[in-house]
């Protein structure tokens, strides 16, 4: 979360959602298979940090992710549609 908040930004359920998107992701098993090396923060800080400039963190997840179901396919899973923020975040 420290990384991305330093890089892009955003609000705190921004990164909280993305983070746990990239760690689903790393669990996964997906990125090493295809890519030939386990997920690591910078990698995904990287990746992000290629998205068009006016892009907010998700919009950066996203795209990344695009690039990746474009590439391999079933990343798609692992995309954000929907950040629950307020009170009930936790509940």
Request: charged share 40%; net charge negative; glycine share 4%.
């Given at each position: 979360m420290a990384a991305l908040e330093r890089e892009f930004g955003g609000d705190d359920s921004d990164r909280?959602?993305?983070t746990r998107q990239a760690r689903d992701l790393?669990?996964?098993?997906?990125?090493?298979?295809?890519?030939?090396?386990?997920?690591s923060v910078e990698?995904?800080?990287?990746?992000m940090a290629?998205?068009?400039?006016?892009?907010?963190?998700?919009e950066r997840w996203n795209w990344w992710l695009g690039?990746?179901?474009?590439a391999y396919g079933g990343?798609?899973?692992?995309?954000?549609?929907?950040v629950q923020?307020?009170?009930?975040?936790n509940a």
């Open positions: 909280r959602v993305i790393a669990d996964s098993g997906k990125v090493e298979a295809d890519r030939e090396h386990e997920l990698d995904v800080i990287e990746n290629d998205a068009p400039d006016d892009y907010d963190p998700i690039s990746l179901e474009t990343y798609d899973r692992f995309t954000i549609r929907f923020d307020g009170p009930d975040v």
